[in-house]
């Protein structure tokens, strides 16, 4: 059963669809990412599905009653915003305790609830304290504490990982997730970083322009790209332009600046003008000898920067384009350093090129 | 050579400025309270007549003035006007404030600027214009008349206080309270309200200081009634007696006192808890 439908969801702001007719649904404890650039809508959407803005068409259900025309406070969905918005006035344990409040709940039960949750996220101690007294990440925990507290049907989380710093951030999302997991709740998690959509979600959305330009796993999203667009906001990758030139049985000759290169793909036509997507970590490159197979091009290092597990390189192929590689650094593949203008042989594997179509 | 000389030049910088800050500092500050000063020390005097500095010193103007009736009807009538005008002119400004921030934008700053007129109007202009509103409506010298008449001049502060505090307010609060469950209406109550009451408490601090200081517009409205300062007013008219310095340095030590209380408790209420 599906927990949150949108159908034809629609948010117009005089002629601009900042949302354009979105339709979505997820499950029952599924954790879904929206993902796009800024002004893609993904906010749009999360602040329709909290009840802060109106759509202008389409309908909203959540646990299958229409929640359009619903005020906030009665959808029972909890919100985590960017800047944790804890109120600044309350200790830990009133601001957990405030949606309880809000449902005249009796005392006891509050705090016993309060007290559960607390647990929960590791803060009974700090229970007293001020959320100015308390370090990004705690008051991260408590703000989800306060939006989980009141049992929500959906869990909705605007960027919340954005004021931390980076170790912090990796914890917490994986703290975040866990969490999900034990309380088996629906969440829609806005974001326009890859990497936290790709390590915490069960299904992706990708935005762009107010519509929805895939749906799909992280390994759907990251390995078959529907467009262009997709591929290059998700992890680095090459993009080309590409020219199918011959068919031969199942396998396609395509041309790309100056490259001739055979693939296998069902679906190409001859004269068949394509975006290819070639994932920096899918090309290998080796020492310069001749060039003895069709899939190795002759080319030179034009630059490269050290990242740590990985090296990035630019290497300008020979007669073709500047091409991205990433070369795991590990010293059990036994890898080999390449230096700045060194000549280098570039294997372009036909399972390494993926036709955008 | 270069290194020497930058550090010659960056000496002068940092003194020169700074003493001539501090010089002319210290003399806006002495203008500005030697007036204050000179009028506390007069109303010690024991003498009859207003010298600086008296000749002999006591508490004998303080006595007449408390025990004075005149000076005890003007005082009362005062108080409860300010007393009156202060809530509403926090509720009505806050309103107001309310409306400007988060009303739609078109317009607003037309209308801001005619919400806060009065503060900028000449008040003779808008004591003549109450004037006429109130024998239209055959209300002066009467409480009627004075209310509505420093609401007119008091709201604008408090529009200005709430206003700039809304500004500062972080909207998402708000929201949080409403995803929990709060109604607008007590998303407000609960945290907005006490989030921004620093500037609730200056509207309040000014609205009572301003009315209960009204001279010119009160002047107009009022017939046989007297406030304090236009009994302060008649009474210099017939002589320049100390018990006129008697009852500006009360008024003062009132006001002060007012004010201190107030911005302590401000600081409580807003800042100090979430530091605490």
Sequence with gaps: ?357 | MGKKLMSNLEGYRSLWPRRILVIFSSLVLFFLTAPLVILIIQSFTNESYLSFPPPTYGTRWYTEVIYSEDWQNATFLSLTIAIIVTPLSLVLGTLVAFGLERGPKKGKQTIQAIMISPMVLPHIVLGLGLFKIALQFNISDSLWAFVPAHLTITIPFVIVTVGASLQTFNTSLEEAARSLGASKFWAVWYITLPIISPGLIAGAIFSFIISFDEFIITFFLATFQRTLPLEMFSTLMYQVKPSIAAVSALTLAITAILTVVLMFRGQVVGGGKIIK
């Design chain 1, 1 to 357: 059963m599906s927990n949150i439908q949108l159908n034809n969801l629609t948010k117009k702001y005089g002629s601009f669809n900042a949302v354009d007719s979105i339709n979505l649904s997820i499950k029952n404890g599924e954790f879904v990412t929206l993902l796009g650039p800024s002004g893609c809508g993904k906010t749009t959407t999360l602040r329709m599905v909290a009840g802060f803005i109106k759509p202008t068409s389409g309908d909203l259900i959540i646990g299958g009653s229409n929640m359009v025309g619903v005020p906030p406070h009665n959808r029972k969905v909890g919100l985590v915003f960017q800047n944790y918005a804890l109120f600044p006035h309350m200790s830990v344990r009133k601001n957990v305790a405030f949606g309880l409040k809000m449902q005249k709940m009796q005392q006891s039960l509050i705090a016993e609830k309060v007290n559960k949750i607390l647990e929960t996220v590791q803060l009974q101690e700090l229970s007293e304290r001020m959320p100015s007294e308390l370090s990004g990440g705690q008051q991260q925990r408590v703000a989800l504490a306060r939006a989980l507290v009141i049992e929500p049907e959906v869990l909705l989380l605007d960027e919340p990982f954005g004021a931390l710093d980076k170790n912090l951030r990796d914890h917490m999302r994986i703290e975040l997730r866990d969490l999900q997991r034990k309380l088996n709740i629906s969440t829609i998690f806005v974001t326009h970083d890859q990497d936290e959509a790709l390590s915490m979600s069960d299904r992706i959305v990708v935005m762009e322009k107010g519509k929805i330009c895939q749906i799909g796993s992280p390994n759907e999203i990251y390995e078959n790209p529907a467009s262009v667009f997709v591929a290059g906001f998700l992890g680095l990758s090459n993009i080309f332009s590409a020219v199918c030139t011959k068919i031969t049985r199942a396998k396609k000759t395509i041309e790309f600046e100056g490259l001739t290169i055979e693939i296998e793909s069902e679906k190409l036509n001859k004269s068949d003008e394509i975006s290819i997507m070639i994932r920096p970590e899918n090309i290998q490159i080796y020492k310069k000898k001749n060039a003895s197979n069709k899939e190795d091009f002759l080319g030179f290092i034009k630059s490269k920067i050290y990242l740590g597990s990985t090296i990035q390189y630019q290497v300008k192929i020979k007669d073709g384009p500047i091409i991205l590689i990433n070369a795991n650094n590990s010293k059990i593949l036994n890898f080999q350093d390449f230096d700045t203008n060194e000549e280098v042989l570039v294997h372009l594997s036909k399972n390494a090129i993926y036709p955008i179509i």
